[in-house]
């Protein structure tokens, strides 16, 4: 299966690494797997990722992070068949400290978890 690790780049938190060694997924990070130079390289190389990915885990962290939010609604998008279905395949990791005003609007799209233990044990437990 393949999961798409969308949001928070290393620089601020290395979050993504506590996925690399979980067995029966194959990961896509657009900071190593695409080419981050310009929007002209890593836009369409990730939403291509985002396309072909079974499972989406993302973490918006406390940074704004419209890329991130775009890549989660095209993962909505594609994994849903009618506007307001949730979708199971969906993981957001909502950091405790990150304001709180959308946090039931964001419920309704996927699994909320608030850390990445949550999001790995969530992970283990999807049948794709």
């Known amino acids: 299966m393949k999961v798409y690790l969308a949001g928070q780049p290393s620089e601020y938190d290395t979050w993504k690494n506590s996925f690399k060694d979980?067995?029966?997924?194959?990961?896509?990070?657009?900071?190593?797997?695409s080419d981050q130079s310009s929007s002209e390289t890593f836009f369409p190389q990730d939403l291509k990722a985002v396309s072909e990915a079974d499972i989406l885990i993302a973490n918006p962290?406390?940074?704004?992070?419209?890329?991130?939010?775009?890549?989660?609604?095209?993962?909505?998008?594609?994994?849903?068949?009618?506007?307001?279905?949730?979708c199971k395949r969906l993981i957001i990791i909502w950091n405790k400290e990150r304001v709180n005003w959308s946090i039931e609007f964001v419920?309704?799209?996927?699994?909320?978890?608030?850390?990445?233990?949550?999001?790995?044990?969530?992970?283990?437990?999807?049948?794709?």
């Not at 979980?22 to 797997?33: A, L, M, N, T, V």
């Not at 996927?110 to 992970?123: C, K, N, R, W």
């Open 61 to 86: 962290g406390l940074a704004p992070s419209e890329g991130t939010w775009i890549e989660i609604g095209y993962f909505l998008a594609l994994n849903t068949k009618t506007p307001g279905e949730k």
């Open 107 to 128: 419920k309704k799209a996927g699994v909320i978890v608030s850390t990445v233990q949550e999001a790995i044990d969530t992970l283990k437990g999807i049948k794709v």
């Open 22 to 33: 979980i067995k029966g997924f194959e990961f896509y990070d657009p900071e190593i797997d």
